[in-house]
């Protein structure tokens, strides 16, 4: 009896070791690299976005490209690898649009997002206007050539009529998440950054939000570049980002998604 319980323990450990074997033979690796070029504010919730895709398609690989907007728009323009491409400004888009660069049925505004004056937390500052104040020597935005959060500053504070007031004081950043770096390490005493720029973060506070109507609306507009070689894969992730799923993500970075 002792006997045959050992070959009945011997062989089913053999069917185990055969089926983990064959579990493992069929786990693949991924087959299509996404090369997706995305706006530095989109950072952090791109990175959680891409953990859930890729759990339901292990079969991709996404590879973010993120940067000011207007630098991927050069760096698409000069032929880099790209798939699918995400603008924190409409301009961007428009000029790739115009060089018939971007599948023209794939574009979409995929977010919104609103403009937000901050400062270090033990700030003094009380609002736009104490920008002029001797106390405050140093305020950072985005590059307004190349960084759709510092065109939207620049036309902010010239609607307030204080842009010609602080020029002097501006300290211009390569994209927006350099602006929130300089608040956060007392480099300048405040910055303008995106309200998604700050979600998270302990060491800054927001002073006050942008007036509506003193800049143009911020939309993240998003579409397939068409010299793409993998289309269908970057359609299919493009709907996802522009999925109910990816909406509460984006908005819990405190995005407003334009799909819903």
């Known amino acids: 009896m002792k006997k045959y319980f050992l070959v009945?323990?011997?062989?089913l450990a053999v069917l185990l070791a055969g089926c983990?074997?064959?579990?493992a033979q069929t786990t693949t690796?991924?087959?299509?690299?996404l090369n997706v070029a995305a706006a530095a504010s989109l950072k952090d919730a791109a990175n959680e976005l891409e953990a859930i895709y890729t759990k339901k398609h292990p079969e991709v690989k996404i590879y973010y490209n993120l940067a000011a907007s207007g630098t991927?728009?050069?760096?698409?323009?000069?032929?880099a690898p790209t798939d699918l491409f995400i603008s924190a400004g409409v301009k961007q888009m428009d000029a790739l649009a115009?060089?018939?660069?971007i599948v023209a049925d794939s574009r979409q505004n995929l977010l919104g997002n609103q403009l937000v004056l901050i400062a270090g937390k033990n700030s003094t500052l009380k609002d736009f206007n104490g920008l002029t104040d001797q106390t405050i020597n140093k305020v950072s935005i985005g590059t307004p050539e190349t960084v759709p959060a510092g065109k939207y500053a620049q036309d902010t504070l010239t609607s307030l009529k204080l842009y010609n007031q602080i020029q002097s004081?501006?300290?211009?950043?390569k994209d927006v998440r350099q602006v929130l770096t300089y608040v956060q390490t007392e480099n300048v005493d405040a910055g303008l950054v995106y309200r998604s720029d700050t979600y998270n973060?302990?060491?800054?506070?927001?002073i006050a939000t942008a007036p509506e109507n003193s800049h143009k609306p911020i939309v993240y507009p998003m579409a397939i570049i068409k010299a793409s070689k993998n289309q269908s894969a970057a359609r299919d992730f493009a709907n996802f980002l522009a999925s109910p799923e990816a909406a509460q993500i984006f908005s819990k970075y405190q995005f407003e998604p334009l799909q819903k």
């Open 29 to 33: 690796p991924p087959t299509v690299q």
């Open 72 to 79: 991927l728009q050069h760096q698409i323009e000069q032929g």
């Open 8 to 11: 009945g323990v011997l062989l």
């Open 20 to 23: 983990t074997k064959k579990e």
């Open 169 to 173: 004081k501006l300290v211009l950043a």
């Open 201 to 206: 973060v302990n060491d800054i506070k927001i």
């Open 98 to 101: 115009q060089e018939n660069l």
